[in-house]
C-alpha cells in the first residue's frame, strides 16, 4: 500500500530565511510525487510534479524539490521565503494513471515570522 | 476562467437532510474526484470518473453517490446527512498522460 509521511506538523521560518519541507514515501512501483500548498480556507494548489527524468524539479512561486530515491524522499525548498508563503503544504504520490488515487501526507503547516 | 468550480462553497444542513454539491471544469479533462478532508486536513480519495465511469469507489458508506453526466461535471449526493460527514469536500480533475490533478475551492458541510 501506498503512503507518504510528512514528519514536521509545524515549521515557523523568519520571512527571508530559507524552508526545507520533509516527504518521505512508500510505492512499490515508481511513484508519481506531487507537492501542493493550500492558503487557509481555499482550495489545494499544485506547486510542482515528478514523473521522471532530472531528480531536481522547479515548481511555481520560487519552489523546487527533489527526489530521492535511495531515500524515498521528495523534499521541498525555497531559497527566501515570503510572508504569502504562508500556508499549509501537502505531499502526495501517485500513480500516473487514469484513477491516479493520490495519497497525501499530513501536511506541514508554515509559519512566517516578520 | 475558472479552471475547476464547486457549489455551494458552503453548506450547513441537519442531521438526516439530503444535500448534493456540484462540480465542473473547463480545463477539458477526462477525470474526475471526489475527496474529502477531515478537521485535521488529512485528505482522502472517495471517487474518481474516467469518462464518466466510475473507476475509484473508496470505501465510503453507501449514502454518498457521485454523479457525472458528462465529463465536465461530477456532482455528490449525500442521503441521510450524519455528524461525522462534516468536512471540506474537494473536486479534482486531471489530464493525461501523467494525471496530475487539478483541484476546486471546496465545499464546507456542516451537519448540526
Redesign the interface.
Known amino acids: 500500500a501506498q503512503s507518504v509521511t510528512q514528519p514536521d506538523i509545524h515549521i515557523t521560518v523568519s520571512e527571508g530565511a530559507s524552508l526545507e519541507l520533509r516527504c518521505n514515501y512508500s510505492y512499490g512501483a515508481t511513484p508519481?510525487l506531487?507537492w501542493?500548498v493550500?492558503s487557509p480556507g481555499?482550495?489545494?494548489?499544485?506547486l510542482l510534479?515528478y514523473?521522471s527524468g532530472d531528480t531536481l524539479v522547479q515548481g511555481i512561486k520560487g519552489f523546487e524539490a527533489e527526489f530521492k530515491r535511495s531515500q524515498s524522499s521528495f523534499n521541498l525548498r525555497k531559497p527566501s521565503v515570503h510572508w504569502s508563503d504562508a500556508a499549509?503544504y501537502?505531499c502526495a504520490v501517485?500513480?500516473?494513471?487514469?484513477?491516479?488515487?493520490?495519497t497525501?501526507g499530513?501536511?506541514t503547516r508554515v509559519l512566517v515570522k516578520p | 476562467d475558472t479552471a475547476?468550480s464547486q457549489t455551494p462553497k458552503y453548506l450547513v444542513t441537519q442531521m438526516g437532510n439530503d444535500k448534493s454539491i456540484k462540480c465542473e471544469q473547463n480545463l477539458g479533462h477526462?477525470?474526475m474526484y471526489w475527496y474529502k478532508q477531515d478537521s485535521?486536513?488529512?485528505?482522502?480519495?472517495m471517487f474518481?470518473y474516467?469518462n464518466k465511469e466510475l473507476?475509484?469507489n473508496?470505501t465510503v458508506p453507501n449514502r454518498f453517490s457521485p454523479k457525472s453526466p458528462d465529463k465536465a461535471h461530477l456532482n455528490l449526493h449525500i442521503n441521510s446527512l450524519e455528524l461525522g460527514d462534516s468536512a471540506v469536500y474537494?473536486c479534482?480533475s486531471?489530464p493525461?498522460?501523467?494525471?496530475?490533478?487539478?483541484?476546486?475551492?471546496?465545499t464546507r458541510l456542516t451537519v448540526t
Open positions: 508519481y506531487f501542493y493550500q481555499q482550495g489545494l494548489q499544485l510534479k514523473f499549509e501537502f501517485g500513480a500516473g494513471t487514469a484513477g491516479n488515487k493520490l497525501f499530513g501536511g | 475547476v477526462d477525470t485535521k486536513k488529512f485528505l482522502k480519495i474518481s474516467n473507476i475509484i473508496e474537494f479534482a486531471s493525461p498522460p501523467h494525471y496530475e490533478q487539478y483541484f476546486g475551492p471546496g
